[in-house]
DNA sequence: CTGAAAGCGCTTACAG
DNA sequence: CTGAAAGCGCTTACAG
């Protein structure tokens, strides 16, 4: 059996389909007697639009395009769910594309996009795709100098992008998180920062740089090791600290997974922590609180870092010009009890 | 500027928007010398095809929705990957719904694939989307009598549904897991449920009961307290069991999240676990392996699963009918620290 | 190997 | 308030 179209309605409502597509779309523009006429016909034979030939007809497609580095990464489901929540009340629906950190299917995703299968595009994973109008042809003419639909990136800034951007300080909110320790007396702070490519790493690295100029304390390059966010990087970067020359006692890791992953392995070494070695993650995700000891982090307001995403993508949507503007939302340091004074015989 | 069309690169070829076509979509069906020409103009033009208007032509979209009940949940999160994995394979994109557990939402992403939006739909979330060809229409007929694209179900079964099921034999892996807390010589063992409408709450909790009684132990009403997966729904579980008259030595809860919920309340009441209480969990997600204590839980092939259950929708596509078939995988008990004896003083 | 032409299922000015 | 008709951008038998 073939899906129910719309001419199959019309004929058995006795329209037009043009009468049947105003019944569905600005059901006020049509008599209410035709309207319940069409109503019961489309609950009759079940019919459902076709969502293609509206596309096409109308150019656009009520779906906007997350582009996520890893889905698996609490950080990324917690926004997502704030993009969800403003998409919902724009009537939008949220298609998620998980790129796995690949460039590859960063831009398989992109294509959807100027594919014309979404009207709009969220990127959270820091890399302009190669489409977004910044391609210049074969005969040197730099085209189409606009994006032709609104894009919004989110915490992993694009330096020179011509979109707004959504996050928060990362030099400062990391620069904090290591004054924090140095106030706590320690002396010896190693960082475990993010890969080494990533926007995020560089921005949190130079906060962490700033505290230590800032505080007096000295770098050893020993004390900055690079991970790539997840737990088994931080084990791995702890264990190379752990058998410095110098030890350090107290370690700011670029994300939270990566702050457990060291906690555990220091653990294992023997250490204990804080009463050892301090540690400080980056993002507060639901697992930071529970964790033994309770991970002392930065807070980011991951939720409404989506929502606001989001509502950008709406008014370009509305066909607002959209600014390269970056909306720097507020992080919150919080201290929990993965953090402690440095022990005085080690100073 | 508007986007160029198949009508522009044909225009610029000067061929017909036919071999426009052929070149791109079946490359060796077009002279080479004309495909290279082509080409080129595509790339000049920046060329990308409107995926609505081929999407209408050929009645496919090389798209296939993944509904989940809730994309922060990390067992989702694994179980997405495989589904990705293998839609790469087969040349599918992969679109994904988080119905935040809620009935609403699921009707809304179910509309896309109805609208035809995608090929195939893979269920996570338990539910029977009111379409799937099972509503009774107006005048008494049940129509349509099959599913139009192929559907597969993940995870939470939904019994009596005529798509191939892909998950886990949980009666006996939670008749397991509580076994093992018997065999530990635990006789007060408690279970920390998942919501209550859920098929898999019905399921583990069958198997806890079913392990009570070959163990033949007492199965007291209050040591069964339902939870809704979440960490903070085990810490509200454990304080109720935690002032239970009769308190229990041994906990099953239905998930990692609850697990840890519960035993972090249980130390927060000052008992250690597993010296006083053994907890296990349920689907081995990252965060198992390094809390603390690490957690006994039942590992779950989350990755196979997804991958499997894409496979299956890759065949649905091929034209295959698929049956109502269960592929059962199989899951590993993993002991890990937070289970231990039962201390003889309390027997 | 290539092109002319029909048609996928809608929406929307336009006319009445 | 309603309908006839054009057209959105593709693909694909069919003919040559």
Redesign the pocket.
């Known amino acids: 059996m073939a899906?129910a179209?719309?001419?199959d309605v019309a004929r058995r409502a006795g329209?037009?389909?043009?009468?049947v597509?105003?019944a569905?779309?600005q059901p006020d523009?049509?008599?209410s007697?035709?309207r319940r006429r069409i109503e019961a016909v489309v609950r009759d034979l079940d019919y459902t639009?076709?969502a293609s030939?509206?596309s096409?007809?109308?150019?656009d497609t009520g779906m906007v395009l997350v582009v996520v580095p890893d889905i698996g990464n609490p950080f990324f489901s917690k926004l997502l769910k704030g993009v969800e929540l403003q998409a919902r009340k724009l009537a939008y629906a949220v298609l998620i594309g998980d790129t796995e950190h690949g460039a590859a299917r960063a831009e398989v995703y992109a294509r959807q996009l100027e594919a014309r299968r979404a009207d709009g595009l969220i990127l959270l994973n820091g890399r302009t795709p190669s489409f977004a109008g910044f391609r210049v042809t074969s005969n040197a003419v730099p085209r189409p100098l606009g994006p032709r639909y609104p894009i919004v990136v989110v915490s992993e800034r694009i330096p020179g992008s011509p979109w707004p951007t959504v996050g928060i300080d990362n030099v400062a909110a990391a620069e904090r998180a290591v004054l924090h320790l140095a106030d706590l007396g320690h002396r010896r702070i190693a960082h475990i920062a993010g890969p080494k490519g990533n926007i995020l790493t560089g921005e949190r690295r130079r906060g962490y740089r700033a505290a230590l100029a800032k505080s007096g304390l000295p770098a050893d390059p020993d004390w900055l090791v690079y991970g790539d966010f997840s737990i088994a990087s931080g084990r791995r970067a702890a264990r190379k600290l752990l058998v410095c020359p110098a030890r350090p006692t107290g370690v700011f890791a670029a994300n939270d997974e990566m702050a457990m992953g060291a906690i555990v392995e220091i653990r294992a070494f023997g250490l204990a922590v804080p009463g050892d070695v301090s540690v400080v993650g980056f993002d507060d995700i639901e697992f930071a609180e529970i964790f033994d000891p309770p991970l002392t982090t930065v807070r980011q307001p991951r939720f409404e870092m989506g929502q606001r995403a989001m509502a950008l993508i709406g008014r370009g949507l509305r066909g607002e010009a959209l600014a390269a503007e970056e909306v720097i939302l507020e992080s919150e340091f919080v201290v929990r009890a993965s953090t402690a004074r440095a022990a005085p015989a080690k100073r």
Not at 15 to 19: D, I, K, L, N, Q
Not at 56 to 59: A, G, T
């Open positions: 899906t179209t719309m001419k329209v037009s389909t043009a009468t597509s105003r569905l779309a523009r049509v008599s007697e035709l639009i076709n030939a509206r096409l007809r109308r150019n």
